[in-house]
């Protein structure tokens, strides 16, 4: 329990952080873009390298990244019928708002500092970057343009650096290669880098938002963090229960499952001119809201564990 207050308390200071930086730091209006550039182009793939080297990659066929993927497509399910009569554009991005979840800017963070291992995450990057975000961008393009979708939906996620680097990783380490230190060290401070800079982004994205304003997004958006903050952890400790997962494995995709929205839904949202204010009001809600979830779903654990 203190191990897990600590990493929440870690993460809420780097995040103030950012925040007095955007307030009072005198940035240029562009430091938060810059800053989140450099991490999703250099830092976070060295890290995730890094991650997926090491992992045991079973993982990728366990009960863990099953539970995980139940959960999200469950959440994506119950936004698209309680809103089946809105345009598709708003269901799509809406449905990826309650189930998609931050694996990478957040995720990172908490599996490292909460759950104590990177490379936990390492599922669930692989599933949407891999699976959910071609499928994802195929039915946006569908749903905004008449252009084909088969070409931009599967080859620019084959040039996202994030599944680069998980692919490299995976090939690496399936192959048994030994990485020389010369060549990895330099990757690994590189890669620790990754985790304050996005948190500090995060909280510079934090200063002076207005959220929920009145209009036809505002129940949208109820809807999409209740899936993501509330229905999405549930359905996973409850799926995790019925297949046996050990204590241990249905904290973590509980906590997994906690994660807020994905704020790259933000820029297919811009790409394709849908759903905009419902994504960023999403984004910032379950950002905001997932620590407190965390840190209850931890104690409830705790208690559970410490009476049994």
């Not at 699976?131 to 195929?138: C, G, N, R, V, Y």
């Not at 304003?213 to 509330?230: E, N, S």
């Not at 620590?291 to 409830?300: C, G, S």
């Amino acid at each position: 329990m203190i191990d897990a207050l600590s990493g929440f308390l870690l993460l809420a200071v780097i995040v103030m952080i950012g925040w007095a930086l955007r307030r009072w730091g005198s940035l240029p209006e562009n430091a938060e873009a810059v800053l989140g550039r450099i991490a999703y182009t250099a830092l976070a793939p060295c890290l995730l390298f890094e991650g997926t080297l090491t992992a045991d990659l079973r993982l990728l066929v366990s009960g863990p990244l099953l539970v995980s993927t139940l959960a999200a497509v469950t959440c994506f399910a119950i936004f698209v019928l309680i809103f089946w009569r809105r345009d598709r554009g708003t269901r799509i991005l809406g449905a990826l708002a309650g189930g998609y979840t931050n694996a990478n800017y957040i995720g990172i963070p908490v599996a490292t500092y909460v759950l104590g291992d990177a490379s936990l995450v390492v599922p669930i990057v692989f599933l949407q970057l891999l699976i959910i975000t071609p499928l994802a961008l195929m039915l946006l393009e569908s749903a905004t343009s008449r252009r084909s979708p088969a070409r931009w939906a599967f080859l620019k996620p084959a040039a996202n650096p994030l599944v680069i680097a998980v692919t490299l990783g995976a090939f690496v380490n399936f192959s048994g290669v030994r990485v020389p230190s010369a060549l990895l060290d330099p990757i690994s401070t590189v890669g620790n880098a990754a985790v304050p800079v996005v948190l500090i982004a995060f909280g510079m994205s934090l200063s002076g938002r207005r959220v929920l304003a009145p209009g036809p997004d505002r129940l949208p958006t109820v809807v999409a963090v209740t899936l993501k903050l509330l229905v999405m952890p549930a359905v996973a400790v409850l799926l995790a229960l019925a297949l046996g997962l050990s204590r241990d494995a249905a904290y973590t995709v509980t906590i997994l499952a906690t994660l807020p929205t994905a704020q790259n839904i933000y820029l297919y949202a811009q790409r394709f001119a849908s759903g905009l204010v419902l994504i960023r009001d999403a984004i910032f809600l379950s950002t905001v809201g997932c620590l407190p979830v965390m840190l209850l779903i931890t104690v409830i654990f705790d208690v559970r564990a410490a009476n049994s």
